[in-house]
């Protein structure tokens, strides 16, 4: 088959020739129908030695089954050819405590999807683990179901966070988590839902997905423009810039009490100011991927057309064209999620 394959830092991919994926027990084989290209996989190829040579990466993808290995059984029976499916990039063990209770991506004998361990989704075929995989909605096309990944990961931040009904929230960072945790939190009762972001599409995007006040934050103060809007200082604040500096510049501006949620994954030491987190009594809190249900509620909600993530993909491309669009993504640009389509 064809993939895109990782060579070196500083080096764009190479679309080669490697052998097709082959399911073992408990595993299917997907036809990659879309790919979402991923924040992490740019970052990651930035650390020399983090992703091996010659690694296929692509950790947000769907498609159709085309082999399923012995036993390979979904939700509601064996897994046939031809089912449309996303799946959660890792295979976990499937029987320790994190793998009965849902938190797959939490298995310690988990192998991940996109980075080294098994092929991911830059590719025509891959790799799924069957209790990781689940069944796209009929109105949900397949390369579209590459968007129930990131759509995921915002909503366990939502859930990590505990926001309450009726909380006026604080996005910093209008990338695809910052978006993905602004879709979940106005489906969840969140009253005013603030988005800082200094471009300005991306301020556009997070209005056309919930968001009540936008904030260019190279215009204006963020907590006088937060306080103007909702008459108070943020009881909730979500991180997701991964910048250092952006967590102590909530806590500054954080109501007594307050709650941030870090999602942005700075990569870089980020100092904190604990004199701040302790006169106002502020809680910090981080999260990872996802837990099953996180998968299940997102699939619900997608097939009841309660949630439309379908603004956030701007571009959608072939597997040719994507070791360029993945190095243009490095600088600036007016892309927010791009689609590979093998
Ligand atoms: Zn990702
Ligand atoms: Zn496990």
């Known amino acids: 088959m064809r993939a895109a394959c ?27 129908k879309g790919c979402g290209i991923c924040g992490s996989d740019l970052h990651v190829t930035e650390l020399g030695g983090a992703v091996p040579h010659g690694a296929v990466m692509g950790h947000e993808f769907a498609g159709e089954i085309v082999a399923v ?5 979904g939700p509601d029976g064996p897994w046939r050819e031809g089912d449309r499916v996303c ?19 939490g298995c310690a004998k988990l192998r991940m999807t996109g980075f080294g361990d098994i092929g991911g989704g830059y590719a025509e075929y891959a790799i799924a683990g069957d209790r990781m995989t689940f069944r796209l909605p009929g109105n949900v096309a397949s390369a579209d179901g590459a968007m ?42 969140a009253r005013e839902i603030v988005v800082s972001d200094p ?46 500096g952006v967590v102590s510049d909530l806590s500054l501006l954080s109501a007594r009490g307050g709650r941030i949620l870090s999602a942005g994954m700075c990569m870089a030491p980020d100092p904190i100011l604990p004199l701040v987190f302790g006169t106002k009594e502020l809680s910090i809190s981080f999260c990872s991927y996802y837990r099953t249900g996180d998968y299940r509620l997102t699939l619900d909600m997608l097939e009841a057309e309660r949630i439309d993530p379908l603004p956030m993909v ?26 590979v389509q093998p």
């Open 148 to 189: 129930v990944e990131p759509l995921a990961v915002g909503l366990h931040a939502v859930d990590v966070a505990r926001l309450r009904t009726g909380e006026d929230v604080l996005v910093a960072g209008a990338g695809p988590v910052g978006l993905a945790i602004v879709i979940w939190a106005r489906l969840l009762g």
């Open 199 to 244: 471009a300005p599409h991306r301020r556009d995007l997070a209005a056309r997905l919930g968001a009540t006040v936008l904030v260019d934050p190279g215009a204006e103060e963020l907590g006088p423009a937060f306080e103007r809007a909702t008459g108070r200082a943020p009881s909730l604040s979500f991180e997701c810039v991964g910048r250092p």
């Open 6 to 32: 990782f060579l070196e830092s500083g080096k764009p991919m190479e679309v080669c020739d490697v052998p097709d994926p082959a399911p073992g027990p408990g595993e299917v084989v997907l036809a990659i």
């Open 314 to 339: 701007t571009d959608r491309i072939a597997l040719d064209a994507l070791p360029a669009a993945f190095e243009a993504l490095r600088q600036p640009t007016s892309e927010c999620k791009v689609i």
């Open 69 to 73: 290995g012995k036993g390979a059984t």
């Open 87 to 105: 799946t959660m990039p890792g295979i976990s063990c499937g029987a320790c405590e994190r793998c009965v209770t849902g938190d797959v991506m």
